[in-house]
C-alpha cells in the first residue's frame, strides 16, 4: 500500500505541499494559515492516514515535534483529565505527548526528565513533586524550554500556570460557614508544595475573619501514600463521638483524599451532610453521582491545558524569548451540590 505524501495531502485539499508541511508541524500560527485551513489539512492527514518520518523530520529541522509531559499522579483523575487536554492541543498543535507520571516521587521525576531528554524531546510540560527544586533549577539553567503546571517553587524563577490556591480554599471554607457549619475541619497531604500549603493557608484565613480560632487538631496531613487506614484513623479522630461531635464539616484538599475519605464516612454509618458537610477540590465524576453530590472547587482543566502548551510551543518557536517568564494564575469555580445541606 502506498504511504500517504505531503503532496497527497495537498492536492486533496487544494493548497500547496509547503502550506501542508507548516501546519502539520505546528507553525500554521506563525504563517497567518487560517482554522478552516488548518482544520482541512489535519482532518485530511487522518484520513488518508498520513504517519509522518519524525526521525527524517527530526534530523532536518531539528525538533521532534514531541512534549514531554510529566504528572505527579496517573491514578488521579485531576491529573488524567488535565493530561488529556493537553494530549488534544498538542496534537492541534501538530506535536504528540509522552506521558509518565512521577507518583510524587523525586527520584523518579528526575529519571523520567532524564530519559526524556535522550529522546531529545522539544519541551516539558511538568508538575514537580516535592524536593524536586534542584531538577527544575537545572532545567532553568539549560537550554530545554519547559513550563510547570499545578504547582511551581516560589524561589525559582521560571514560567507556570496555576490556580489561585488560597482564594478557591476561602471561599469554599465561607461557604461551609454560611451554611451554618462552624466546626471545620481540613485533610491535606504532606507534600510539601506550595499548593497544598496555599489551601490550607486559605482554609485558616476564612476561619479567623469568621472570628473562628483555628485549631491545629482540626487539621489532618496524610502522606501521599495515604491508605483507607489512615484516611479512617484521620476521621475519627475528627469525628469525636455521637453526644459531643468535634467537627461539622470538611474540606478536602484533593479529590484522591475525597474519594476515600466519603466511603470511610459512609462505612462509618454517618450521614451527608446531616453530620457531616464536605467541599473538596477538583471535579471527578465520582463526585456528581454520590448519594449527596459533593460541593467541588472546580479548575479550568482546558485552559490550563491550551495555555500550557501555547506558552511551551512559543519558547520553542521562538528561542530569543525563552528567557522571558511568563507565570499565571487562574481563578477556580465554587460548584454548589448537596454535601453541604444547599
Do not use: W
Amino acid at each position: 500500500m502506498k504511504k500517504t505524501s505531503l503532496n497527497d495531502i495537498a492536492k486533496q485539499v487544494g493548497v500547496s505541499k509547503t502550506l501542508v508541511s507548516f501546519v502539520l508541524n505546528g507553525r500554521a500560527k506563525e504563517f497567518r494559515i487560517s482554522e478552516d485551513v488548518c482544520q482541512k489539512v489535519m482532518d485530511t492527514a487522518k484520513e488518508l492516514n498520513y504517519q509522518p518520518n519524525r526521525i527524517a523530520r527530526g534530523l532536518r529541522t531539528g525538533k521532534t515535534n514531541t512534549i514531554g509531559l510529566i504528572i505527579a499522579d496517573i491514578a488521579n483523575p485531576f491529573f488524567g483529565k488535565l493530561g488529556r487536554e493537553i494530549e488534544q492541543e498538542a496534537a492541534r498543535q501538530g506535536y504528540r505527548v509522552i506521558f509518565c507520571s512521577s507518583n510524587e516521587n523525586q527520584e523518579k521525576s528526575e529519571e523520567q526528565i532524564a530519559m526524556l531528554q535522550q529522546s531529545q524531546v522539544d519541551g516539558f510540560i511538568i508538575s514537580p513533586p516535592v524536593n524536586s527544586e534542584e531538577q527544575i533549577q537545572t532545567l532553568a539553567q539549560g537550554s530545554t524550554p519547559f513550563v510547570l503546571i499545578d504547582r511551581y517553587f516560589p524561589q525559582i524563577p521560571c514560567s507556570y500556570i496555576v490556580v489561585d490556591n488560597f482564594d478557591a480554599a476561602y471561599r469554599a471554607t465561607n461557604h461551609l460557614l454560611s451554611r451554618g457549619r462552624k466546626k471545620i475541619a481540613n485533610i491535606t497531604l504532606n507534600l510539601g508544595l506550595v499548593n497544598m500549603q496555599e489551601r490550607t493557608d486559605g482554609y485558616k484565613q476564612a476561619l479567623r475573619d469568621a472570628s473562628i480560632n483555628v485549631d491545629e487538631t482540626m487539621i489532618k496531613v496524610l502522606p501521599f501514600s495515604n491508605g483507607e487506614q489512615d484516611m479512617y484513623q484521620a476521621i475519627k479522630e475528627l469525628v469525636g463521638t455521637e453526644e459531643k461531635p468535634k467537627i461539622d464539616a470538611i474540606l478536602f484538599s484533593t479529590s484522591k483524599i475525597g474519594i476515600m475519605a466519603i466511603e470511610c464516612i459512609s462505612n462509618m454509618e454517618l450521614r451527608i451532610p446531616d453530620d457531616i458537610a464536605i467541599v473538596s477540590f477538583d471535579n471527578p465524576d465520582a463526585y456528581k453521582i454520590c448519594t449527596s453530590p459533593v460541593t467541588v472547587i472546580s479548575q479550568p482543566l482546558e485552559e490550563i491545558g491550551k495555555t500550557a502548551v501555547q506558552i511551551l510551543l512559543d519558547k520553542i518557536r521562538q528561542p530569543e524569548t525563552a528567557n522571558e517568564l511568563q507565570q499565571i494564575t487562574l481563578k477556580t469555580d465554587l460548584i454548589i451540590r448537596k454535601s453541604c445541606g444547599s
